[in-house]
Nanobody, 118 residues
Framework: QVQLVESGGGLVQAGGSLRLSCAAS????????MGWYRQAPGKQREFVAS???????NYADSVKGRFTISRDNAKNTVYLQMNGLKPEDTGVYYC????????????WGQGTQVTVSS
């Protein structure tokens, strides 16, 4: 069983920055993809960013140019650098991992709360 543990959330003013971390219990290069999702109150969980084994990244349009996903294979950790935060970025942020044999993300963390005040 794989464990993903997020950290780095908190309360920040609009325009501020946060860096989220996701520590995995096994080597992240063994996963086909690592991603970040978020869920705002009363809304469905939505895709934020992903990074695959060759390092290619993908972002939701709403965060392009403000968020950056990266990974440190030696530390088995994935990061999400969030700059220029907006109140609409508020939500619980989840880390996810997808095995190469899976069609969708099959491991999830418990989430970390991000609150952006106006």
């Amino acid at each position: 069983q794989v464990q993903l543990v997020e950290s780095g959330g908190g309360l920040v003013q609009a325009g501020g920055s946060l860096r989220l971390s996701c520590a995995a219990s096994r080597m992240i290069f063994s996963f086909a993809a690592m991603g970040w999702y978020r869920q705002a109150p009363g809304k469905q969980r939505e895709f934020v960013a992903s990074i695959i084994t060759d390092g290619k990244t993908n972002y939701a349009d709403s965060v392009k140019g403000r968020f950056t996903i990266s990974r440190d294979n030696a530390k088995n950790t994935v990061y999400l650098q969030m700059n220029g935060l907006k109140p609409e970025d508020t939500g619980v942020y989840y880390c996810a991992a997808r095995r190469s044999s899976a069609f969708s993300y099959d491991y999830w963390g418990q989430g970390t709360q991000v609150t952006v005040s106006s």
